[in-house]
């Protein structure tokens, strides 16, 4: 049996009729870029999540930069992130021009550590990027508390995690800005690249769309260096068709991890993930630690028997060559790096499929 990390198929099947006809009305229309999908995808998006501003984007990473450029963060500033990401959270400080600082992350979930946020701040520090790793939100009640007390802006990377919850409002919503990517491997994915900008904050909104068109409010009245960065009109109307059914997707991720979690149980040599009890985690990976020194053993083994995983990250951001020289020790994303493994996950797997993973999982084990 060959089993891939991810199966678009059943996603595509089930939505083929409203996806044809979302591109063909765009490819009717004659207008691609900056159009009514795009707007309708924007007020769409936005009600879903419950927040003023919704600006699409062309990606994920141009929505950090943008991000932290609207607010202001720049040449000479820190900014405090995780380095258990991808690179692109570390990659949009430094493209802003900024110097990213790493803390170490907490072993329960590998998100970021509020402690040692806390003890990081210098007088340099501006801004503060909590990542929603593996669709599992940050514990952001004493992120935001410290950032409040600081006066530290607060940019979620919220690329892994569309849907989430904490404490029963979105996650993205709970700082200045929060940053979506609609990678098509992403819970909420375009069949291109696709990214979002969301806020509450007027100021911060204005200067995102201004940012998104070259610096310019008005075309050819450019007031600032600025970017192309748009989400176009064809990945506008596929997201407005896989919106509508997000909630449906997510909740069988949701099931999907409920059941991995269950046939992992008692499993020697295998440690899943916290969940926080106040918070909904979307599952965009299922990530399990191999606790016993055999994580790449285990890793070929599985693919012997067809079964495709993924280990996100094998380098943690700080030791990746551009970063390595600021000379960080961080043990726990150092350790998390040589132990995750990430198995097969979508809406539709299934439950055959599921067991059939977990006893080769365990058998890879032995």
Avoid at 73 to 92: C, H, K, R, S, W
Avoid at 164 to 183: H, I, L, N, P
Avoid at 242 to 255: M, S
Wanted: charged share 20%; hydrophobic share 40%.
């Amino acid at each position: 049996m060959k089993i891939p990390m991810l199966d678009l198929n059943p996603e595509i099947d089930l939505l083929w009729e409203e996806l044809m006809q979302a591109m063909q009305q765009v490819l009717r229309s004659g207008h691609f870029i900056m159009g009514s999908q795009g707007k309708a995808f924007e007020s769409e998006v936005a009600r879903y999540l419950g927040c003023k501003h919704a600006i699409g984007l062309n990606s994920g990473t141009d929505a950090l930069v943008i991000a932290l450029r609207a607010a202001g963060i720049g040449p000479g500033d820190e900014v405090i992130t995780t380095p258990f990401t991808f690179f692109a959270t570390a990659e949009a400080i430094s493209h802003v021009g900024a110097v990213p600082v790493f803390v170490d992350v907490v072993q329960e979930t590998l998100n970021l550590d509020a402690k040692a946020l806390e003890q990081a701040i210098t007088p340099r520090t501006k801004a503060v990027i909590p990542v929603h790793l593996y669709g599992n939100p940050c514990d952001l009640e004493p992120i935001m508390a410290i950032a409040s007390q600081h006066g530290l802006r607060v940019i979620e990377d919220v690329a892994q995690a569309f849907g989430g919850e904490y404490r029963g409002r979105k996650v993205g919503t709970w700082g200045d800005a929060g940053c979506f990517s609609f990678f098509p491997t992403k819970n909420l994915g375009a069949y291109g690249d696709g990214g979002l900008l969301v806020t509450d904050d007027d100021e911060l909104a204005e200067q995102a769309r201004m940012l998104r068109q070259h610096g310019a409010k008005r075309k050819y009245f450019n007031e600032v260096i600025g970017y192309n960065s748009r989400l176009d009109e064809l990945q506008a109307a596929i997201l407005r068709v896989k919106l509508q059914r997000i909630e449906e997707f997510n909740e069988g991720r949701i099931q999907a991890a409920s059941y991995y979690r269950k046939l992992l149980e008692g499993v020697a040599g295998i440690k899943c993930l916290d969940e926080q009890s106040d918070s909904r985690h979307v599952y965009h990976q299922m990530t399990v630690l191999i606790t016993n020194d055999m994580r790449d053993q285990v890793q070929k083994r599985l693919a012997e028997e067809g079964i495709d995983t993924m280990i996100y990250y094998p380098v943690p951001v700080h030791k990746l060559p551009v970063y390595q020289g600021l000379g960080y020790q961080l043990p726990i994303a150092e350790r998390a790096a040589n132990q995750a493994l990430s198995l097969p996950i979508w809406p539709q797997i299934g439950r055959n499929i599921q067991e059939h993973v977990i006893d080769k999982l365990k058998e890879a084990l032995v």
